[in-house]
């Protein structure tokens, strides 16, 4: 692993930052800000799927306000370890709908699940939470799914 230099603290007011780092310029670059805290880990989270899918390496700043400066906070674990292999087309057993369609239902079902993960605050998964998602898209059919998914969504506070 190659040493990347440390991430410089962004300008201006102290506010939530992400901050990722771009191994080809070997600087950083803000990633998504905002005055409150969750709308940035949601795009940490989704960035960071995007550029492990990309099959790249994900360094990632999370700048914040405390006490009217800023401080550097912790990014998960997860953040750190490699991304989880990608499998696709698995369609439901049993579920006798044509191979491409099925697929489809299961990559929704899948979009599905990680965004009720997200806005039940779950924003940066490992591998075997990947692993686990995918086996549940197996498992249930789209209503179900979709009952899973407001469940998580009322246990992350959306009202």
């Given at each position: ?25 070997d600087s950083w670059t803000v990633g998504a ?127």
């Amino acid at each position: 692993m190659q040493k990347r230099p440390p991430c410089p603290r962004p300008p201006g007011a102290p506010r939530w930052v992400a901050m990722f780092h771009q191994p080809a310029r070997d600087s950083w670059t803000v990633g998504a800000e905002s005055p409150d805290r969750d709308p940035v880990l949601y795009a940490v989270g989704d960035m960071t799927r995007t550029v492990r899918a990309r099959g790249e390496e994900v360094a990632v700043a999370l700048w914040g306000p405390e006490d009217g400066a800023w401080r550097l906070y912790d990014i998960p674990a997860a953040a750190r370890e490699p991304a989880p292999a990608v499998t696709t087309g698995r369609p439901v057993p049993g579920s006798g709908e044509p191979p491409k369609l099925a697929e489809r239902m299961t990559d929704r079902r899948h979009q599905v699940l990680m965004a009720a993960l997200g806005k039940a605050g779950l924003y940066d998964l490992s591998a075997e939470d990947d692993e686990a998602v995918r086996v549940m898209t197996d498992l249930l059919d789209e209503p179900t799914v979709r009952r899973v998914a407001h469940w998580l969504s009322l246990g992350g506070g959306e009202r």
